[in-house]
């Protein structure tokens, strides 16, 4: 796959705890993407990260971009029980219209 | 924020059957998408329409696959005749730009090709 999450594909935390889910990719890309999917639902996009940009925050998840590395990671701190869901990591071909998802983190927040 | 429909929710065919899933995306999108996802597994990109035409589509958009929207009423995606390997989770997008602007999903139609 284009796009991979490296952690294993699946965490477990307690709420209130840290986590971050990483993703490696393996060509060169203009923007990646992090969505989140829950159970039954489809994918919601959290960040968008731009190659010209090296972190993103929005609340409390932070994406950061290594382009030397080609990775990405998605911090997200002090965690609820509903951020259990799946995360991908997204990014757009070159011809920019469709996004290549990455294989999914599965995340469980216990209470 | 901006809202993605797709109807019906749930579709069970027989296999052979032709099937039709439709897709209401968010009034001012330009971009529209069909994805397909097994349960279990990734999201994969099935075609992307535009301005009345396909403008990149993968290998699963197979020969008996196609979309439109006519006169910009729902966006839809057809299969005829369908297989038993067609049964997946397919969700609707759109995004107002290409490039790596936002995409906002659809809940997805759960099909069941018997």
């Known amino acids: 796959s284009q796009l991979a999450e490296e952690n294993s594909w699946a965490l477990s935390v307690h709420e209130g705890e840290s986590v971050t889910v990483n993703c490696s990719y393996k060509t060169s890309i203009t923007a990646l993407q992090w969505y989140r999917q829950k159970s039954g639902k489809g994918p919601a996009q959290l960040i968008l990260i731009r190659s010209n940009e090296r972190e993103k925050r929005n609340g409390r998840l932070r994406a950061t971009l290594d382009t030397s590395s080609q990775s990405s990671s998605l911090s997200i701190t002090a965690t609820r029980c509903e951020d259990t869901a799946v995360y991908f990591c997204?990014?757009?071909?070159?011809?920019?219209?469709?996004?290549?998802f990455g294989t999914g983190t599965s995340l469980l927040v216990d209470p | 924020g901006p809202k993605v429909l797709q109807i019906p929710s749930h579709q069970i065919i027989d296999m052979g059957q032709m099937v039709t899933l439709n897709c209401d995306p968010v009034s001012n999108h330009l971009y529209f998408y069909w994805y397909k996802q097994i349960l279990g597994q990734q999201m994969e990109f099935l075609v992307n329409f535009y301005n009345g035409k396909v403008m990149e589509k993968s290998k699963l958009f197979k020969d008996q696959f196609s979309v439109e929207r006519p006169d910009g009423s729902y966006f839809t995606l057809k299969i005829q005749p369908t297989a038993l390997e067609d049964s997946a989770v397919y969700f609707c997008?759109?995004?107002?730009?290409?490039?790596?602007?936002?995409?906002?999903f659809g809940p997805g139609t759960r099909l069941l090709v018997l």
């Open positions: 997204a990014s757009p071909s070159n011809m920019g219209y469709k996004l290549t």
């Open positions: 997008a759109s995004s107002l730009n290409r490039g790596g602007d936002t995409q906002y």
